[in-house]
C-alpha cells in the first residue's frame, strides 16, 4: 500500500494568512504514462461528507475558491490556502489514486488564530 | 446534479453483517464512473473500502477482501455494501462517493451525506 502522511496535524493560522499543508506517499505517484501526479485534496467540515477540491494534485475542482492552490510532484505534495477565511476552518485530507488500495493522509486541522 | 443517498440500519450486532445501499439521482449509475465506499470511525480519518463499474467489475482494499462484497443494480440505480463477521472497529460513517473521472480515476467529487454504523450488542 501506498502510505500517505501528512502534516502538521493541525495548524492555526490567522484570518487573512496563508495555512501550508504538506503530504508526502510513501512512493512515487506521479504516472509516466500521462505525466500527472495521481492525488486529491478534499475538505471536511464537521458532519460533512468531504469534498473535493483539488485534483491531479495541483487542478482546482469547479467552484473551488482560487485561494486554494495544490502543488508538487513525485511524493511531496503541498495545498495552500492564501487569506484564510472563517469557513475555510475544517480537516483537509490528500488522498492517492495511483494504485490500489485507495490510501488517504491522516487529515490536517485548520484553525483560526 | 449527481445526488447520492446511503441508506441500511443504523445498528447491527457482532459477528452480523453490515449491509448498506447507495442510491443515485440526478444521473445514471451506468456512466464510465467507478462508484465507491469509504468510511471513518468517529473521530477519525478516512478508509476507502470498495469500487465498482457498472458492469460489474470491481476492486476491493485488500483489508477488508475477505469480508466485503460490493455489487450494482443498475435497474434501480443503486450500488450495495455488504461487511460481514462485524466487530466494534467496524463501527463508523460509511459514505459512497463517485469517481470523478470518466474512464480515469480523479478522486471522488460526489458523496452522500453518510450514515453512521454502530457494531453492539
Known amino acids: 500500500d501506498i502510505v500517505v502522511a501528512q502534516s502538521p496535524g493541525s495548524l492555526a493560522v490567522s484570518l487573512g494568512e496563508r495555512a501550508t499543508i504538506n503530504c508526502k506517499s510513501s512512493q512515487t505517484v506521479l504516472s509516466s504514462s500521462n505525466n500527472e501526479n495521481y492525488l486529491a485534496w478534499y475538505q471536511q467540515k464537521p458532519g460533512q461528507p468531504p469534498r473535493l477540491l483539488i485534483y491531479?494534485?495541483?487542478t482546482r475542482e469547479s467552484g473551488v475558491p482560487d485561494r486554494f492552490s495544490g502543488s508538487g510532484s513525485g511524493t511531496d505534495f503541498t495545498l495552500s490556502i492564501s487569506g484564510l477565511q472563517a469557513e475555510d476552518v475544517a480537516v483537509y485530507y490528500c488522498?492517492?489514486?495511483?494504485?490500489?488500495?485507495?490510501?488517504f493522509g491522516q487529515g490536517t486541522r485548520v484553525e483560526i488564530k | 446534479q449527481v445526488q447520492l443517498q446511503e441508506s441500511g440500519p443504523g445498528l447491527v450486532k457482532p459477528s452480523g453483517t453490515l449491509s448498506l445501499t447507495c442510491g443515485v439521482s440526478g444521473g445514471s449509475i451506468s456512466t464510465n464512473n467507478w462508484w465507491h465506499w469509504v468510511r471513518q470511525p468517529p473521530g477519525k480519518g478516512l478508509e476507502w473500502i470498495a469500487e465498482?463499474?457498472?458492469?460489474?467489475?470491481?476492486n476491493y482494499n485488500p483489508s477488508l477482501k475477505s469480508r466485503v462484497t460490493i455489487s450494482v443494480d443498475r435497474s434501480k440505480n443503486q450500488f450495495s455494501l455488504e461487511l460481514n463477521s462485524v466487530t466494534a472497529a467496524d463501527t463508523a460513517v460509511y459514505y459512497c462517493?463517485?469517481?470523478?473521472?470518466?474512464?480515469?480515476?480523479?478522486?471522488?467529487?460526489?458523496w452522500g451525506q453518510g450514515t453512521l454504523v454502530t457494531v453492539s450488542s
Open positions: 491531479w494534485a495541483s
Open positions: 465498482i463499474f457498472h458492469s460489474g467489475s470491481t
Open positions: 462517493a463517485r469517481e470523478r473521472g470518466s474512464g480515469s480515476y480523479q478522486g471522488f467529487d460526489y
Open positions: 488522498q492517492q489514486y495511483y494504485s490500489i488500495p485507495w490510501t
